[in-house]
């Protein structure tokens, strides 16, 4: 029953949607899945790295990808080789504010 319940009220959320408001619904998910899943390796010990800014349409053919599919990002999970280089970072005190935006 909460199974049958569940379902419904997920088709009933989606059907309206355009595809606009579809594509940013996958990209949060996506977004939330990819950094439990990057969580989870690094806990593991693995290295991981997200990657965007690729051609899509090439990827899609080499791996034999439908365009039913959209992709959001690529993640690379791997033990390094060698030591990877400093990242520039702000610190969580420059990007981050309490009780106001900014």
Do not use: Q, W
Request: charged content about 25%; glycine content about 4%; overall charge positive.
């Amino acid at each position: 029953m909460a199974k049958r319940y569940l379902a419904n009220a997920a088709i009933k959320y989606y059907e309206n949607k355009s595809n606009e408001d579809l594509k940013l619904e996958l990209t949060r998910d996506v977004s939330l899945a990819s950094m439990s899943l990057i969580l989870l390796a690094n806990e593991a010990g693995f290295e991981t790295i997200t990657m965007s800014g690729y051609d899509s349409k090439k990827l899609k053919a080499i791996l034999n990808i439908s365009d039913r599919y959209l992709d959001v990002m690529l993640i690379a999970i791997g033990k390094g080789t060698k030591a990877g280089h400093n990242t520039v970072r702000h610190h969580v005190n420059k990007v981050m504010y309490r009780n106001k935006i900014i």
